[in-house]
């Protein structure tokens, strides 16, 4: 039978997609309903009807799932942030464990999974160490901050997210109460004009100092001391700045920072080591996820002191220091320059002096040391005896795989972030002399259907 747009629908949710989304099955039509999850009877409405499947909209639940939980966040059906969070946490890491595992089995053809139990947070809510609040008008013309509803720009009012730190709000409270007396005009996108653009704020969990940089367009806001004064009065307040963008496009933050009120970075630490954070670093925004991610990567290294180790993808050189104090040397590469340089300065700050760091693509990087080490030393090829890869959601590219093999490491380490992409890689190494030995999802982002990964690939004795 065909369905078409309006028609309403009582549909049984079957399973779950990529994005979250409950599908369901009547009479052979695929129907994806988004805020169902698996186990719904739903009363549904179609929107878009194609010939074979359709996307419908909830109206009503008839029988709702075992397995759904109440919205902890009044926001949680209207905010792209989370898309999950009416799945029981159990249910949640399962839905991600079988994700990497259909991936694994479908695009990398894998069929014995060396698969371990899934990494789940010990509260699921409250983890994330950076929030970024956009600040905009309503209907009536109010200065609001909130979140972006899914896939748009218009702004959800909300100052509790429940994702993040609560004092956020408070941060949040004292800058909008501001706004509003001193009549700051947020920022309009489509005009351009407009004082405010963003609050960032971010928490060292581990040091409890706090950050608050405020995006504006332009380098100044009206009476920017006094707001420096109330901000400074919370305890742990250590960084507050303005990021200096004028620019038209939708990038969140410009490159200049000036200092309001302390420093202009927070520390904070993953595992025992330091890190210096700006408003523009990168850092992951879980720390401690974060920390038991590459606890496992450096437990799949299994160093003993005496290897040479390259880090590729690897950002602020997180992996690259957590893992130089078990190995000989770490070679680290990124494409971003002030990544490399916060590295540098990270290792420098932490007494790290085994650590190298390279700008530059992976891909090509690493090559061109395979090639001028051979020409080099007599046509003898470069070795490592460990690769770890952290890429971007789009994996490896095959030239990078190519010299990974090449160089003929013990192990490689693969650290991914989408586990398709990571599929596709991890049968290329496979086909080409390395067997998978162990594999394992870390949760790092709880609410959401992301996921993390690491595996661990070793060399087929010849
Ligand atoms: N391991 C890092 C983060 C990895 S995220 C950490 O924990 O901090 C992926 C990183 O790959 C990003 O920093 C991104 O800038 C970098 N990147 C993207 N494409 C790249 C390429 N072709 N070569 C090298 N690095 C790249």
Same mark, same amino acid.
């Given at each position: 039978?065909?369905?078409?747009?309006?028609?309403?629908?009582?549909?049984?949710?079957?399973?779950?997609?990529?994005?979250?989304?409950?599908?369901?099955?009547?009479?052979?039509?695929?129907?994806?309903?988004?805020?169902?999850?698996?186990?719904?009877?739903?009363?549904?409405?179609?929107?878009?009807?194609?010939?074979?499947?359709?996307?419908?909209?909830?109206?009503?639940?008839?029988?709702?799932?075992?397995?759904?939980?109440?919205?902890?966040?009044?926001?949680?059906?209207?905010?792209?942030?989370?898309?999950?969070?009416?799945?029981?946490?159990?249910?949640?890491?399962?839905?991600?464990?079988?994700?990497?595992?259909?991936?694994?089995?479908?695009?990398?053809?894998?069929?014995?999974?060396?698969?371990?139990?899934?990494?789940?947070?010990?509260?699921?809510?409250?983890?994330?160490?950076?929030?970024?609040?956009?600040?905009?008008?309503?209907?009536?013309?109010?200065?609001?901050?909130?979140?972006?509803?899914?896939?748009?720009?218009?702004?959800?009012?909300?100052?509790?997210?429940?994702?993040? $730190?609560?004092?956020?709000?408070?941060?949040?409270?004292?800058?909008?109460?501001?706004?509003?007396?001193?009549?700051?005009?947020?920022?309009?996108?489509?005009?351009?004009?407009?004082?405010?653009?963003?609050?960032?704020?971010?928490?060292?969990?581990?040091?409890?100092?706090?950050?608050?940089?405020?995006?504006?367009?332009?380098?100044?806001?009206?009476?920017?001391?006094?707001?420096?004064?109330?901000?400074?009065?919370?305890?742990?307040?250590?960084?507050?700045?303005?990021?200096?963008?004028? +620019?038209?496009?939708?990038?969140?933050?410009?490159?200049?920072?000036?200092?309001?009120?302390?420093?202009?970075?927070?520390?904070?630490?993953?595992?025992?080591?330091?890190?210096?954070?700006?408003?523009?670093?990168?850092?992951?925004?879980?720390?401690?996820?974060?920390?038991?991610?590459?606890?496992?990567?450096?437990?799949?290294?299994? %160093?003993?002191?005496?290897?040479? $180790?390259?880090?590729?993808?690897?950002?602020?050189?997180?992996?690259?220091?957590?893992?130089?104090?078990?190995?000989?040397?770490?070679?680290? $590469?990124?494409?971003?320059?002030?990544?490399?340089?916060?590295?540098?300065?990270?290792?420098?700050?932490?007494?790290?002096?085994?650590?190298?760091?390279?700008?530059?693509?992976?891909?090509?990087?690493?090559?061109?040391?395979?090639?001028?080490?051979?020409?080099?030393?007599?046509?003898?090829?470069?070795?490592?005896?460990?690769?770890?890869?952290?890429?971007?959601?789009?994996?490896?590219?095959?030239?990078?795989?190519?010299?990974?093999?090449?160089?003929?490491?013990?192990?490689?380490?693969?650290?991914?972030?989408?586990?398709?992409? %990571?599929?596709?890689?991890?049968?290329?190494?496979?086909?080409?002399?390395?067997?998978? +030995?162990?594999?394992?999802?870390?949760?790092?982002?709880?609410?959401?259907?992301?996921?993390?990964? $690491?595996?661990?690939?070793? +060399?087929?004795?010849?």
């Amino acid at each position: 039978m065909e369905y078409k747009k309006n028609d309403i629908v009582i549909v049984k949710i079957e399973d779950m997609g990529q994005n979250g989304e409950g599908i369901g099955k009547i009479d052979g039509y695929i129907l994806f309903v988004k805020d169902t999850v698996i186990g719904d009877l739903a009363e549904v409405k179609i929107i878009k009807a194609k010939k074979n499947y359709g996307y419908g909209r909830l109206m009503s639940l008839i029988e709702p799932s075992a397995d759904r939980v109440a919205a902890v966040c009044p926001y949680a059906r209207s905010c792209g942030g989370c898309q999950i969070q009416e799945l029981s946490y159990e249910k949640q890491l399962e839905f991600k464990q079988n994700k990497v595992l259909n991936h694994l089995q479908r695009i990398g053809g894998f069929t014995e999974i060396p698969m371990e139990p899934i990494v789940g947070m010990e509260n699921p809510f409250g983890y994330r160490n950076k929030a970024q609040f956009p600040i905009g008008k309503n209907r009536e013309g109010k200065i609001i901050t909130g979140f972006y509803a899914g896939r748009t720009h218009s702004i959800i009012e909300n100052r509790r997210c429940y994702l993040g $730190v609560e004092i956020n709000e408070q941060i949040l409270n004292i800058v909008m109460d501001h706004a509003e007396r001193y009549r700051i005009e947020p920022y309009d996108e489509e005009t351009g004009k407009g004082l405010l653009r963003h609050v960032l704020i971010r928490y060292g969990f581990k040091t409890k100092e706090i950050m608050v940089c405020l995006v504006v367009n332009g380098r100044k806001i009206p009476y920017s001391d006094k707001l420096a004064g109330k901000l400074a009065q919370i305890p742990g307040m250590t960084s507050i700045t303005i990021n200096v963008n004028t +620019r038209r496009d939708n990038v969140i933050l410009g490159d200049e920072i000036l200092t309001l009120w302390g420093q202009d970075y927070i520390t904070d630490y993953i595992g025992n080591v330091k890190f210096q954070i700006s408003p523009l670093s990168f850092y992951q925004v879980n720390p401690a996820q974060t920390e038991k991610l590459y606890g496992l990567a450096l437990e799949y290294a299994g %160093l003993t002191g005496n290897e040479t $180790v390259w880090d590729l993808y690897c950002g602020i050189g997180t992996i690259s220091l957590f893992l130089a104090g078990k190995a000989k040397e770490v070679y680290g $590469v990124e494409i971003v320059p002030a990544a490399i340089e916060d590295a540098k300065r990270n290792a420098a700050e932490n007494g790290i002096y085994n650590a190298h760091f390279y700008v530059g693509k992976a891909e090509e990087v690493l090559p061109a040391y395979y090639d001028k080490y051979e020409k080099e030393h007599n046509g003898e090829r470069a070795h490592a005896d460990v690769i770890v890869v952290d890429p971007p959601r789009k994996g490896c590219d095959e030239t990078l795989l190519k010299t990974m093999v090449d160089m003929q490491p013990d192990r490689i380490v693969y650290v991914s972030c989408d586990s398709a992409t %990571l599929a596709r890689d991890l049968k290329y190494l496979c086909e080409n002399g390395y067997e998978l +030995r162990r594999v394992r999802a870390v949760d790092q982002f709880s609410q959401t259907v992301h996921v993390e990964t $690491v595996c661990l690939l070793s +060399r087929k004795s010849q």
